[in-house]
């Protein structure tokens, strides 16, 4: 929904140093870059709609594929990586049949791949509603009623984006062609991109997202468990004990981390046992400096792993973290193992 490239935490210059090209792009956002919509459907070729900013990004690689010869790179040994969001266009992308030989190695920093950010095009999934409904749904809020693509193409662009700020619906949507199944079932099946694969999760990815759970008690906490898993609820609720008020906000930050990131982190690293290249595993620890009770929350990670570190994370400890970490990195993207002699 928002962001760009240029963000001063993405300055890629440190990884540049490391005899890497660092190639960063820009794809469309919000409702521009997923907005499915039964008449944006009727309107394509291939009947489907969504999708765009990952199209976006398909073709930023094709440009890659194309041109980053003239700037002394390999089009034949690419990585693409990305954090959150991005982690979720990494596990769509290895998934996509269209991006297949565009890219040689994939690393999903905290990966965000839920139950409700893949929607299916036309028909609703259990917890989801189909994307072109997601696209009715908000074109209804924005247009006073009026759902059709015609009203929507008479409102400004800078209206639109007013109207939305950050809270559109994204999905990936599931359209039989650039997705042809949810990612979860392709790495299921082990039909994913054959490349290697890095895939992590920070300590605490969900302590800056508790307050999307609307409970404060352990009673409140238990009810929500039993509306949502049912006659599973009994499970969930044992691996979150809370003794007290107090322990509320450690159950939902770890209930958090472990179905927005965990899981998708994990379906991504068991699919891989079934093709032939190698997956490896990070884990990210370090608390947060500035903000210590989120402890190592989500995209902690991202400013040690570019070399961007900024005061009072410039210890020796943040220092020789982040070194390692670029080690880790670039040596990935370089051969496909992460591995590098003198570093754990």
Do not use: C
């Amino acid at each position: 929904n928002s962001g760009w490239g240029h963000q001063a935490m993405y300055d890629g210059s440190a990884l540049a140093r490391r005899e890497v090209v660092y190639v960063s792009i820009n794809y469309r956002l919000g409702p521009w870059g997923f907005l499915a919509h039964p008449e944006l459907s009727a309107e394509s070729e291939r009947g489907v709609s969504g999708n765009y900013g990952l199209l976006d990004q398909i073709a930023a690689l094709k440009w890659v594929q194309k041109n980053i010869s003239q700037f002394g790179g390999d089009p034949g040994n690419v990585t693409i990586f990305g954090e959150s969001a991005g982690g979720t266009s990494v596990n769509a992308l290895l998934a996509s049949p269209l991006a297949k030989g565009l890219f040689h190695r994939a690393i999903a920093q905290s990966p965000w791949v839920t139950v409700t950010n893949f929607a299916n095009l036309e028909e609703a999934r259990p917890r989801v509603a189909s994307a072109e409904q997601l696209g009715l749904d908000w074109a209804e809020q924005v247009t006073d009623g009026d759902t059709s693509i015609k009203a929507l193409r008479t409102i400004l662009g800078e209206e639109l984006l007013n109207a939305t700020g950050n809270n559109y619906p994204v999905a990936v949507t599931v359209d039989g062609w650039l997705m042809p199944d949810n990612s979860a079932e392709t790495f299921s099946r082990g039909e994913q991109n054959n490349v290697p694969v890095m895939v992590g999760t920070n300590t605490d990815e969900g302590s800056m997202f508790v307050s999307f759970l609307p409970f404060n008690t352990p009673e409140g906490f238990a009810a929500a468990m039993d509306t949502y898993f049912g006659a599973g609820a009994g499970k969930v609720k044992a691996l979150y004990p809370i003794a007290d008020k107090k322990g509320v906000f450690a159950a939902k930050s770890q209930f958090l981390t472990d179905t927005w990131f965990v899981a998708g982190a994990r379906n991504m690293l068991e699919g891989m046992d079934k093709v032939s290249s190698p997956a490896y595993q990070y884990h990210f620890t370090r608390k947060s400096v500035r903000m210590p009770r989120l402890g190592a929350a989500h995209g902690a990670e991202i400013v040690y792993a570019f070399g961007n570190l900024t005061p009072p994370q410039t210890t020796e400890i943040d220092r020789a973290l982040s070194d390692a970490m670029i080690q880790y990195w670039v040596q990935f993207a370089k051969t496909g193992n992460p591995n590098v002699e003198g570093l754990t």
